[in-house]
């Protein structure tokens, strides 16, 4: 799989994020790279970022969080492309949930581990 289809994947799954939640999100802008970091090469996503629970009186003038999705990381968990979708969608919506404060025990608990 390419990297223009591995986006459009990424474009999708924020498209199945609800409308209601998805208005929430603040100051966050989502990207694909193609590698994690060296120090964790099995990554899948990362939120980098503080978290909307997180934020005060002195949260302005930032960067946007970021919510990164690994591309060949998670290509080489993947059988098939189905595969590539479900972990995609399930990767965009665990990062999300950090944006809003959600550790990833809660997640566990939730079924989005």
Do not use: K
Not at 2 to 31: I, K, Y
Not at 74 to 92: N, P, W
Not at 96 to 109: M, N, P, S, V
């Amino acid at each position: 799989m390419g990297r223009e289809e591995f986006d459009r994947l990424v474009e999708e799954a924020l498209a199945q994020v609800p409308h209601e939640l998805a208005a929430l999100v603040e100051n966050c802008v989502f990207v694909v790279e193609d590698d994690a970091p060296p120090d964790a090469p099995d990554l899948l996503g990362l939120y980098d970022g503080v978290p909307l629970t997180e934020r005060d009186s002195w949260y302005g003038g930032v960067l946007p969080d970021r919510v990164v999705v690994f591309m060949n990381p998670t290509l080489r968990i993947c059988d098939t492309a189905e595969d590539v979708v479900e972990e995609v969608t399930i990767t965009v919506v665990h990062e999300i949930a950090h944006h809003f404060g959600i550790d990833d025990a809660r997640l566990h608990e939730l079924g989005w581990s």
